[in-house]
């Protein structure tokens, strides 16, 4: 923050930080990114303790084969981690990307009018 005098002045990134359009963009983002990191993280969690509490369990073999259940949970850690992925992206595309758009051009316009 600048001082003039008695008075303060804001940047425009200070007054759009404050706006109640970036605090529903950043609540949009958490709504989505906590929840998800935290489903993930225990997914995560599971296959390790799995692994490492019940090796019995992920070493049964499927259907006759070499394949088994820790290596099929193994690959399924991929699975979700792409699948996140493009739902983040729709997610993005549909309730992050627009209103960001409008605070970035809302910032272009404030900064082009500073700049006359």
């Known amino acids: 923050?600048?001082?003039?005098g008695d008075?303060?002045?804001e940047?425009?990134?200070q007054e759009v930080q404050r706006s109640a359009a970036f605090a529903d963009l950043r609540s949009r983002l958490r709504r989505f990114v906590f929840p998800m990191s935290a489903a993930f993280l225990l997914w995560y969690l599971a296959y390790v303790l799995l692994a490492s509490y019940a090796p019995g369990f992920m070493a049964t073999r499927l259907g006759g084969s070499n394949?088994?259940?820790g290596l099929v949970i193994g690959l399924l850690q991929f699975v979700t981690t792409f699948i996140i992925t493009m739902v983040y992206v729709r997610y993005a595309d549909?309730?992050?990307d627009p209103p960001a758009t409008a605070l970035r051009e809302e910032?272009?316009?404030?900064?082009?009018e500073?700049?006359?």
């Open 11 to 13: 940047t425009v990134y």
């Open 67 to 69: 394949i088994t259940v």
């Open 107 to 112: 910032i272009e316009a404030r900064r082009a």
């Open 94 to 96: 549909r309730r992050l």
């Open 7 to 9: 008075r303060q002045t």
């Open 114 to 116: 500073q700049a006359r």
């Open 1 to 4: 923050m600048s001082t003039t």
